[in-house]
């Protein structure tokens, strides 16, 4: 049967969970937008984040590898360019309602590949906040803190409402040549 995502289970001890969250505390997070396709005003029912982008090294290497190990593990496309990682905080209230990563009616050259997230945090610290794919079986394990997970850009999915606490995490996307 074709794997429809990798998950590694709290792969990311908590003291490396923390390094990355010192990292990102220096950003300064502003509100994620949607556009609406028409006419390109923002459509908040859609998504209610906050969001910052961080080059760090070490990060971005981390991710890099487990994008590659999920890619030879599973999918096999052509993506090789990773680029800032987005740093996101779901607090009370924020969401991200049914999505999917690939910008199809987008000119550039080189559309998102492989999408990949990484659960920073406790699961103790929030509520609600669930990850969830629309099509395809449900990867059950990935709310525990260190959890990276890496599909492809095209599955639709949504991160639920957070109840109570706040949600803490990495996300990014390898891009390679068009999808044909």
């Not at 028409?38 to 910052?52: G, K």
């Not at 492809?152 to 044909?180: D, I």
Request: charged residues 25%; proline residues 4%.
């Amino acid at each position: 049967m074709r794997q429809n995502w990798q998950l590694w289970e709290g792969v990311l001890p908590k003291e490396t969970c923390e390094k990355y969250l010192t990292a990102c505390s220096h950003l300064t997070l502003t509100s994620a937008t949607v556009f609406k396709s028409e006419d390109y005003t923002p459509d908040e029912s859609v998504r209610a984040t906050q969001v910052a982008f961080v080059t760090n090294t070490e990060i971005q290497n981390t991710l890099k590898w487990y994008l590659d190990e999920g890619n030879r593990n599973a999918f096999n496309v052509d993506a090789s360019y990773l680029p800032a990682t987005q740093y996101g905080e779901y607090s009370k209230g924020s969401f991200y309602d049914w999505h999917y990563d690939v910008n199809w009616k987008g000119e550039s050259a080189y559309d998102r590949k492989l999408s990949i997230c990484v659960q920073l945090c406790n699961p103790s610290e929030y509520e609600g906040g669930n990850f969830e794919f629309k099509e395809v079986e449900q990867p059950t394990g990935f709310k525990t803190q260190g959890s990276i997970l890496v599909f492809p850009s095209y599955l639709t999915h949504r991160v639920t409402e957070v109840t109570s606490g706040t949600r803490k995490s990495l996300v990014n996307w390898m891009e390679g040549p068009k999808w044909r």
